[in-house]
């Protein structure tokens, strides 16, 4: 009896041995990327993974968000790249930011793809989403969760966008990616890439005359106060937020923490998503008559008129198809006539 006591003894011991040693394995402080902070649903659903998190993992996993890519200097097209090195732990990311690194992501960036959320969806939860994590995967980062930072809408100073002319000559910032300045080079606007840190400053003075970006940014950042009095709702492309983890570091989790760290993300995901969507479906337009409250006309595009920016554009929908790949690119457009 006294040697099976000491046998359980030493047992327990181990176990306990065990379980310190992973603790003690563990950062006291695992960083997460982001570009914008809460009150952006982005950074909302950067937030909510950290509190699950911590929540979930008794305290084991804490995770820090650092907003404004600071952990980048501010470069959010070097994110993703600083995530597989291991310089930055985490990242809640564009996939339009991390798609100089992984080409594949500009399927989100393909002008006019998907015409509402339902083709988003389709996307992003069905096969075509399973290809991408997969891809991620290979390039050096674990990808856990689909957030979402929307629909891009354009917006400017000068005035109402209703075809394609009204955009000639307009100075518009897009981001970092190739494929923006295609689309826009198209319209006949004349497109100037910069990072959002420097896109506010350049708004107020008037050094850009518009931007493109999801309402809830315009809403946050009330830009009707920096000029930008035309929005017209388009749906050009969408911006699809991905929740990763460096290999390395997901690799230092037990699995029964992976799985914790996950679900979070998953959890954390769907809240932003709603978060993000608030206001700007067809049974709550709030967020819409919220922005026309502050004197900003928005247009929204007929049937026919939308037509007109995916015929201006469909050359550069062709040339980035085999850029991206053809067959995820089919593959997508079949997803999205069957959602």
């Known amino acids: 009896m006294k040697i099976f006591t000491n046998i359980v003894a030493g047992v327990a011991l181990a176990t306990i041995g065990v379980t310190t040693a992973v603790a003690q394995e563990y950062k006291d402080e695992y960083r997460v990327s982001t570009v914008v902070p809460a009150p952006f649903p982005w950074g909302i659903a950067a937030e909510k993974w950290a509190e699950l998190t911590a929540e979930r993992t008794d305290g084991r996993i804490n995770l820090k968000v650092y907003p404004g890519v600071q952990l980048v200097q501010g470069d959010q097209t070097r994110e993703f790249t600083a995530m597989r090195q291991g310089v930055i732990d985490m990242a809640v990311g564009s996939t339009i930011n991390w798609s100089p690194q992984i080409t594949e992501l500009n399927l989100f960036s393909m002008p006019f793809l998907m015409p509402d959320y339902a083709a988003l969806d389709a996307l992003t939860q069905g096969p075509v989403g399973e290809k991408i994590f997969e891809i991620v995967q290979s390039k050096g980062a674990v990808p856990l969760a689909w957030a979402e930072n929307g629909f891009r809408e354009v917006t400017n100073s000068k005035t109402p966008i209703r075809k394609p002319e009204d955009m000639a000559g307009l100075k518009l910032r897009v981001v970092g990616s190739p494929i923006f300045s295609d689309m826009f080079s198209a319209l006949g606007a004349n497109p100037t890439q910069m990072s959002w840190a420097d896109a506010q400053p350049a708004l107020t003075t008037g050094a850009v005359d518009g931007q493109e970006n999801p309402l809830t940014i315009y809403s946050v950042l009330n830009m009707h106060e920096l000029g930008q009095s035309n929005v017209t709702l388009w749906h050009y492309v969408a911006d699809p937020l991905i929740f990763a983890v460096n290999q390395q570091v997901w690799d230092s989790f037990t699995p029964e923490d992976q799985e914790i760290l996950k679900q979070a993300a998953v959890d954390a995901g769907a809240h932003g998503i709603e978060v993000a969507r608030k206001g700007l ?23 026919d008129e939308r037509q007109a920016f995916i015929d201006a554009t469909r050359p550069v929908y062709d040339a980035w198809k085999d850029k991206i790949g053809a067959d995820l690119v089919d593959m997508a457009e079949e997803s999205i006539s069957n959602r």
């Open 281 to 303: 479906t067809e049974d709550d337009q709030s967020l819409i008559e919220e922005i026309k409250g502050h004197g900003v006309e928005v247009v929204t595009l007929t049937d």
